[in-house]
């Protein structure tokens, strides 16, 4: 898969350089930076190819690409049996956009959080970027069955919080781990059978005439609040 932007992918060359698995550069870049990207190349027998504008653009299919690209192993996907067993959860419902998903699983690996559950497959090339390589450092699984995903978290223990206008004011919540906090679709939220399996519901007090945050920042909020 492609993966394009100059910051993640200098992200991925300096905490995970194995999954780069070939480098197209599509501008001029300083010698220190370019000796960098040689080294890599040599290091790991990767193609280090030169593009010009026209098909970087295809490979970026119009993104702001900032003239590095890079085809990149796909992440790997861990098992809800597995996740289920970290201390620290965030479980997406229907979360479908890929900006937020990616701002979601940089804030996971910022504040502590071990692990995300997903029941929208999204794709990777997206989250890669728009995590800034967090998708190769936050173990993650994609359940389909998301309402028997939940039940399987608590059968093992985690307690789910999920995050509701209706909720507790989440600064005044004692979170409890093992803990899974639950996010619901931008605009419509958990279901009402997601809401069932809740061990709890917490909301983030607002203020003024905006009635809602954005789903990454509102999980963001949540998160630092369980420390």
Not at 78 to 93: G, Q
Request: net charge positive.
């Amino acid at each position: 898969m492609i993966v394009f932007g100059k910051q993640v992918l200098l992200h991925l060359l300096a905490h995970h350089p194995s999954v780069i698995l070939e480098w197209y550069l599509a501008k001029q870049v300083d010698k220190t930076l370019f000796a960098r990207l040689c080294a890599h190349a040599k290091e790991y027998d990767r193609p280090l190819v030169r593009v010009d504008a026209k098909k970087a653009q295809s490979m970026a299919r119009g993104g702001n690409h900032q003239g590095f690209l890079a085809k990149v192993r796909p992440p790997r996907i861990d098992s809800l049996a597995t996740l289920k067993h970290c201390n620290r959860l965030l479980v997406l419902c229907g979360v479908s956009d890929v900006g937020n998903v990616g701002a979601l699983f940089r804030s996971v690996a910022c504040l502590g959080f071990e692990g995300v559950v997903m029941d929208t497959p999204l794709p990777y090339e997206g989250l890669a970027r728009t995590s800034m390589g967090a998708l190769y450092e936050v173990p993650f699984c994609v359940c389909a069955r998301l309402l028997d995903a939940l039940q399987e978290l608590k059968s093992a223990g985690v307690r789910c919080y999920g995050a509701h206008t209706q909720g507790c004011d989440v600064r005044q919540v004692a979170f409890k781990t093992p803990l899974a906090i639950c996010l619901g679709a931008e605009g419509s939220g958990l279901s009402p059978k997601v809401l069932r399996k809740m061990d709890a519901i917490v909301r983030i007090n607002m203020h003024g005439n905006i009635g809602s945050l954005n789903v990454g920042v509102a999980g963001a909020i949540i998160m630092d609040r369980t420390q």
